[in-house]
């Protein structure tokens, strides 16, 4: 399986919505879902680490650290030991 890394553009902060009750990290992970979903961030490509993400988003690490395990429980992340957290396959994803 080969990886690569994804150069990604800034990205315009996210604010919390006013219409209601919620937390960041959940926003972040779906802003981050739909990149993937749009084939912004493509399969075997590495995100860029937890920090620089937390930078981009302007968010604390924690909150990016959140979002991406919860990318990674749905089964759009896949982190590889000592190598980085890249996007899921179809095949990693458990799907056809």
Do not use: N
């Not at 924690?62 to 957290?85: D, P």
């Amino acid at each position: 399986m080969m990886y690569s890394d994804v150069s990604v553009s800034a990205v315009p902060r996210i604010e919390k919505p006013d219409d209601g009750p919620g937390y960041l990290y959940d926003w972040m992970a779906e802003h981050l879902a739909t990149r993937i979903e749009m084939g912004e961030l493509r399969p075997h490509t590495r995100l860029p680490s937890e920090s620089r993400l937390a930078s981009e988003y302007g968010v604390s690490l924690g909150t990016a650290r959140h979002a991406t395990r919860i990318l990674q429980s749905r089964g759009l992340l896949v982190t590889v030991k000592s190598k980085g957290t890249y996007v899921a396959t179809q095949l990693d994803r458990g799907r056809p």
